[in-house]
Protein backbone atom coordinates (compact mmCIF):
# COMPACT_ATOMS: atom_id res chain seq x y z
CA UNK A 1 0.00 0.00 0.00
CA UNK A 2 0.97 3.21 -0.52
CA UNK A 3 0.74 6.50 2.55
CA UNK A 4 -0.38 9.25 0.93
CA UNK A 5 -0.58 12.85 2.33
CA UNK A 6 -2.67 15.80 0.81
CA UNK A 7 -2.86 19.37 2.26
CA UNK A 8 -4.58 21.36 2.54
CA UNK A 9 -7.34 19.20 4.20
CA UNK A 10 -9.95 22.44 4.13
CA UNK A 11 -10.06 25.60 2.88
CA UNK A 12 -12.54 28.55 2.57
CA UNK A 13 -11.67 30.75 -0.41
CA UNK A 14 -13.13 33.71 -2.21
CA UNK A 15 -14.43 33.84 -5.36
CA UNK A 16 -12.38 34.66 -8.43
CA UNK A 17 -9.45 33.25 -6.25
CA UNK A 18 -7.87 29.65 -6.92
CA UNK A 19 -6.47 26.97 -4.61
CA UNK A 20 -3.67 24.62 -5.19
CA UNK A 21 -3.74 21.29 -3.53
CA UNK A 22 -0.60 19.41 -2.60
CA UNK A 23 -0.34 15.51 -2.81
CA UNK A 24 3.12 13.55 -1.84
CA UNK A 25 3.07 9.56 -1.49
CA UNK A 26 5.54 7.85 0.27
CA UNK A 27 6.68 5.67 -2.19
CA UNK A 28 7.79 6.33 -5.85
CA UNK A 29 4.18 5.69 -8.57
CA UNK A 30 3.61 6.36 -12.23
CA UNK A 31 -0.04 6.98 -12.13
CA UNK A 32 -1.31 9.64 -9.70
CA UNK A 33 -5.41 10.28 -10.12
CA UNK A 34 -7.13 13.47 -8.92
CA UNK A 35 -10.79 12.90 -8.67
CA UNK A 36 -13.59 15.59 -7.38
CA UNK A 37 -16.35 14.22 -5.06
CA UNK A 38 -19.47 17.06 -4.65
CA UNK A 39 -21.88 16.51 -1.67
CA UNK A 40 -23.86 13.13 -1.11
CA UNK A 41 -22.09 12.61 -4.43
CA UNK A 42 -19.34 9.71 -5.32
CA UNK A 43 -16.36 10.29 -7.29
CA UNK A 44 -15.57 11.56 -10.56
CA UNK A 45 -12.31 11.81 -12.43
CA UNK A 46 -10.48 14.94 -12.67
CA UNK A 47 -7.38 13.85 -14.38
CA UNK A 48 -4.42 11.56 -14.42
CA UNK A 49 -1.25 12.85 -14.30
CA UNK A 50 1.83 10.80 -15.52
CA UNK A 51 5.34 12.07 -14.47
CA UNK A 52 6.97 13.81 -17.49
CA UNK A 53 3.56 14.37 -19.69
CA UNK A 54 0.88 16.00 -19.63
CA UNK A 55 -2.26 15.15 -17.70
CA UNK A 56 -4.91 13.58 -19.45
CA UNK A 57 -8.24 15.27 -18.57
CA UNK A 58 -11.73 13.73 -18.38
CA UNK A 59 -14.52 15.13 -20.14
CA UNK A 60 -16.21 18.34 -18.65
CA UNK A 61 -12.62 18.84 -17.13
CA UNK A 62 -10.44 21.09 -18.84
CA UNK A 63 -6.67 22.30 -18.09
CA UNK A 64 -7.64 26.10 -17.70
CA UNK A 65 -9.22 25.85 -14.71
CA UNK A 66 -7.91 22.76 -13.17
CA UNK A 67 -4.23 23.03 -14.16
CA UNK A 68 -1.79 20.23 -12.92
CA UNK A 69 1.38 19.29 -12.45
CA UNK A 70 3.42 16.61 -11.71
CA UNK A 71 7.02 17.15 -10.97
CA UNK A 72 8.52 14.15 -9.75
CA UNK A 73 7.27 10.19 -9.17
CA UNK A 74 5.92 10.94 -5.69
CA UNK A 75 4.19 14.14 -5.67
CA UNK A 76 1.55 16.49 -7.83
CA UNK A 77 -0.77 19.73 -7.35
CA UNK A 78 -3.93 20.03 -8.58
CA UNK A 79 -5.19 24.13 -8.60
CA UNK A 80 -8.56 24.88 -8.92
CA UNK A 81 -8.46 28.36 -10.46
CA UNK A 82 -11.33 31.42 -10.75
CA UNK A 83 -13.05 29.82 -7.98
CA UNK A 84 -17.18 29.55 -7.98
CA UNK A 85 -19.23 28.47 -5.50
CA UNK A 86 -19.98 25.11 -7.79
CA UNK A 87 -16.34 24.29 -7.33
CA UNK A 88 -17.24 23.73 -3.26
CA UNK A 89 -16.23 20.32 -2.97
CA UNK A 90 -13.69 17.68 -1.69
CA UNK A 91 -10.81 17.01 -3.59
CA UNK A 92 -9.08 14.11 -3.55
CA UNK A 93 -5.45 12.34 -4.88
CA UNK A 94 -4.95 8.77 -5.51
CA UNK A 95 -2.53 6.22 -6.75
CA UNK A 96 -2.52 3.02 -8.38
CA UNK A 97 -0.37 0.13 -7.46
CA UNK A 98 1.75 -1.70 -9.98
CA UNK A 99 1.58 -5.26 -11.65
CA UNK A 100 -1.47 -7.34 -11.33
CA UNK A 101 -2.71 -5.66 -8.13
CA UNK A 102 -3.26 -1.98 -9.20
CA UNK A 103 -5.96 -0.95 -6.73
CA UNK A 104 -5.79 2.54 -6.05
CA UNK A 105 -5.29 4.57 -2.38
CA UNK A 106 -6.59 8.00 -1.65
CA UNK A 107 -5.49 10.84 0.31
CA UNK A 108 -7.64 12.02 3.29
CA UNK A 109 -9.27 14.68 0.44
CA UNK A 110 -9.18 18.74 0.72
CA UNK A 111 -12.77 20.15 1.34
CA UNK A 112 -13.38 23.19 -0.28
CA UNK A 113 -15.52 25.78 0.25
CA UNK A 114 -15.98 29.17 -2.00
CA UNK A 115 -17.75 31.97 -0.32
CA UNK B 1 -27.11 4.75 -18.14
CA UNK B 2 -24.63 4.94 -15.62
CA UNK B 3 -21.84 2.21 -15.89
CA UNK B 4 -22.17 0.86 -12.61
CA UNK B 5 -25.42 1.53 -10.25
CA UNK B 6 -25.60 1.30 -6.65
CA UNK B 7 -28.45 1.95 -4.20
CA UNK B 8 -27.36 5.01 -2.40
CA UNK B 9 -29.71 4.07 1.05
CA UNK B 10 -29.15 5.18 3.37
CA UNK B 11 -29.60 2.21 4.98
CA UNK B 12 -29.63 1.38 8.98
CA UNK B 13 -29.34 -2.22 10.38
CA UNK B 14 -29.10 -3.35 14.37
CA UNK B 15 -25.89 -4.28 15.47
CA UNK B 16 -24.83 -8.03 14.77
CA UNK B 17 -27.27 -7.73 11.47
CA UNK B 18 -25.65 -8.75 8.19
CA UNK B 19 -25.44 -6.37 5.71
CA UNK B 20 -25.78 -7.10 2.12
CA UNK B 21 -24.46 -4.27 -0.46
CA UNK B 22 -24.67 -4.25 -4.13
CA UNK B 23 -23.97 -3.05 -7.34
CA UNK B 24 -24.80 -3.62 -10.90
CA UNK B 25 -22.30 -2.68 -14.09
CA UNK B 26 -23.17 -2.74 -17.92
CA UNK B 27 -19.79 -2.87 -19.05
CA UNK B 28 -18.74 -6.36 -19.47
CA UNK B 29 -15.06 -5.44 -19.96
CA UNK B 30 -14.55 -5.11 -16.35
CA UNK B 31 -12.27 -7.01 -14.78
CA UNK B 32 -11.02 -6.26 -11.28
CA UNK B 33 -13.97 -5.31 -8.84
CA UNK B 34 -13.07 -2.93 -6.00
CA UNK B 35 -14.69 -2.61 -2.38
CA UNK B 36 -14.21 1.08 -0.57
CA UNK B 37 -15.49 2.49 3.09
CA UNK B 38 -15.29 6.18 3.52
CA UNK B 39 -15.76 7.90 6.76
CA UNK B 40 -17.12 11.06 7.22
CA UNK B 41 -14.98 13.45 6.27
CA UNK B 42 -12.19 10.94 5.45
CA UNK B 43 -10.59 9.63 2.10
CA UNK B 44 -11.84 6.50 0.97
CA UNK B 45 -10.34 3.33 2.10
CA UNK B 46 -9.83 -0.06 0.04
CA UNK B 47 -11.55 -2.98 1.80
CA UNK B 48 -11.79 -5.57 -0.42
CA UNK B 49 -10.52 -6.51 -4.12
CA UNK B 50 -11.20 -8.93 -6.36
CA UNK B 51 -10.43 -10.14 -9.93
CA UNK B 52 -12.77 -11.54 -12.12
CA UNK B 53 -15.45 -13.77 -11.06
CA UNK B 54 -15.74 -15.91 -7.18
CA UNK B 55 -15.64 -15.18 -3.80
CA UNK B 56 -13.16 -13.34 -1.40
CA UNK B 57 -13.49 -13.46 1.97
CA UNK B 58 -11.86 -11.23 4.71
CA UNK B 59 -12.57 -11.37 8.55
CA UNK B 60 -16.20 -10.44 8.86
CA UNK B 61 -16.02 -9.01 4.67
CA UNK B 62 -17.12 -10.98 1.93
CA UNK B 63 -17.01 -9.93 -1.67
CA UNK B 64 -18.45 -11.88 -4.52
CA UNK B 65 -18.52 -11.43 -8.20
CA UNK B 66 -20.79 -12.67 -10.35
CA UNK B 67 -19.94 -11.61 -13.99
CA UNK B 68 -22.39 -13.84 -15.83
CA UNK B 69 -24.60 -11.39 -13.91
CA UNK B 70 -22.85 -8.39 -13.97
CA UNK B 71 -23.45 -8.08 -9.85
CA UNK B 72 -21.35 -7.26 -7.31
CA UNK B 73 -21.97 -7.56 -3.51
CA UNK B 74 -19.99 -7.11 -0.34
CA UNK B 75 -21.36 -8.80 2.54
CA UNK B 76 -20.73 -7.64 5.97
CA UNK B 77 -21.33 -10.10 8.87
CA UNK B 78 -21.81 -9.55 12.60
CA UNK B 79 -21.94 -5.66 11.90
CA UNK B 80 -20.77 -2.93 14.25
CA UNK B 81 -21.40 0.45 14.84
CA UNK B 82 -17.95 1.02 13.74
CA UNK B 83 -18.73 -0.23 10.17
CA UNK B 84 -20.94 2.70 9.91
CA UNK B 85 -19.66 4.70 6.89
CA UNK B 86 -20.46 5.28 3.36
CA UNK B 87 -19.45 1.91 1.02
CA UNK B 88 -18.28 2.24 -2.82
CA UNK B 89 -18.14 -0.33 -5.31
CA UNK B 90 -15.47 0.24 -7.79
CA UNK B 91 -14.63 -1.58 -10.96
CA UNK B 92 -12.54 -0.98 -13.82
CA UNK B 93 -11.04 -2.64 -17.23
CA UNK B 94 -7.52 -3.57 -17.00
CA UNK B 95 -4.14 -2.98 -15.11
CA UNK B 96 -3.59 0.84 -14.87
CA UNK B 97 -6.97 1.58 -16.10
CA UNK B 98 -9.23 4.00 -14.45
CA UNK B 99 -11.91 3.34 -12.01
CA UNK B 100 -15.56 3.65 -11.97
CA UNK B 101 -17.47 4.22 -9.04
CA UNK B 102 -20.83 3.79 -7.82
CA UNK B 103 -22.64 6.30 -5.95
CA UNK B 104 -22.24 4.50 -2.88
CA UNK B 105 -24.40 3.25 0.19
CA UNK B 106 -24.70 5.17 3.51
CA UNK B 107 -24.48 2.61 6.18
CA UNK B 108 -25.52 2.84 9.72
CA UNK B 109 -25.40 0.18 12.08
CA UNK B 110 -27.36 1.12 15.08
CA UNK B 111 -26.22 -0.35 18.69
Known amino acids: SAVISQKPSRDICQRGTSLTIQCQVDSQVTMMFWYRQQPGQSLTLIATANQGSEATYESGFVIDKFPISRPNLTFSTLTVSNLSPEDSSIYLC????????????FGQGTRLTVV | QKEVEQDPGPLSVPEGAIVSLNCTYS??????FMWYRQYSRKGPELLMY????GNKEDGRFTAQVDKSSKYISLFIRDSQPSDSATYLCAMKETSGSRLTFGEGTQLTVNP
Open chain 2, 50 to 53: TYSS
Open chain 2, 27 to 32: NSAFQY
Open chain 1, 94 to 105: SVAGTGLNTEAF
